[in-house]
């Protein structure tokens, strides 16, 4: 199985562990996604206005204390915000493409949104039907 290392934006000391600054996590298998029931952390959703990402925090905790492997699970649990983001994305990747390389739907939905700025009014409005349609209909 391949591992991953997430890089966090500072050193953690937790009482009772080693000092940290990167959380290892391993790839999780088919029991964890299958048999123990887990699923994806995450579901898209068409909406009239676009795709809309629900995410389940709980779920991603789950797979975090499964794949977890230094530092202790129990240590991770005082990390920022931003680093706790990081280990999602990280645990989102995993699960969506199976790539270390590749990141999550989250983070490329993310990019996404801001790039897209599209003006109210496109243009199409205004044109007859026949303009509307591309590729010479």
């Keep these: 199985m391949s591992r991953i290392t997430v890089k966090l934006t500072r050193r ?3 009482p009772g562990y080693e000092p940290f600054d990167e959380i290892e996590l391993r790839e999780p298998s088919y029991v964890d996604l299958f048999m123990a029931g887990l699923g994806r952390p995450f579901e898209f959703h068409s909406t009239a206005s676009g795709t809309i990402v ?3 925090p709980e779920v991603i905790d789950q797979y975090a204390q499964r794949l977890v492997v230094k530092p202790d699970y129990r240590a991770i649990m005082q990390i920022s915000a931003v680093d706790a983001g ?3 994305n990280a645990i989102n990747g995993f699960l969506w493409r199976g790539s270390r390389k590749r990141r999550s739907p989250l983070a490329r939905l993310q990019v996404r949104i801001r790039r897209r700025k599209r003006p109210a009014n ?3 409005r205004d044109r007859p039907l026949g303009r509307r349609m591309r590729g010479g209909f």
């Design 54 to 56: 629900v995410r389940h």
């Design 86 to 88: 990081r280990l999602e």
């Design 12 to 14: 953690y000391e937790a």
């Design 122 to 124: 496109d243009g199409f």
